[in-house]
């Protein structure tokens, strides 16, 4: 029988006998194969099935099978792209926020921590436009208000 065409209620148990004769009958390399066919055909006839499910019906390990190996580094590589990206953009911003603490601690001296904080935590954007606005600022009470618009 065909898998692909065969009703959900019989496709564990046809899906089950197929992986005992690939065991039984083909080398270890060709058993890796099927069973990733046969592993693919299941996951998609039983989608809402999670892989926890679909190795309890089928008794495999995904781990065992080059889709899964292959899905997992696809998703370690973007989870580490992801997180360069976004230590890239958090670098951007504090690098930012550094340098207009630095501006205005050179124009107006000590600037009090909770007016260091807001500034610490503002997006790059705003740290951009602020680097800008800082050589128009003649006050801290300037800075504050600017600070309150943005």
């Known amino acids: 029988m065909v898998l692909t065409i065969t009703d959900e209620a019989e496709a564990p148990t046809e899906a089950r006998h197929l992986l005992g004769r690939a065991r039984a009958e ?9 069973i990733e066919i046969v592993a693919t055909i299941i996951s998609y006839k039983f989608g809402q099935l999670s892989r926890e499910d679909v190795e309890k019906m089928l008794d495999i390990k995904f781990e065992e099978t080059r889709v899964f190996r292959e899905i997992q580094e696809d998703a370690l590589q973007q989870g580490l792209q992801q997180g360069l990206q976004e230590g890239r953009q958090e670098g951007r911003q ?5 340098l207009v603490l630095r501006l205005l601690r050179t124009k ?6 909770s007016l260091h904080e807001d500034i610490s935590s503002r997006p790059l954007e705003t740290l951009e436009a602020l680097a800008t606005a800082v050589f128009e600022l003649k006050t801290i009470d300037e800075l504050r208000g600017w600070l309150q618009r943005h």
């Open 26 to 34: 083909v080398s270890p390399e060709a058993t890796r194969a099927i």
């Open 94 to 98: 504090e690098g930012a926020a550094a």
């Open 108 to 113: 107006f001296g000590t600037i009090d921590a």
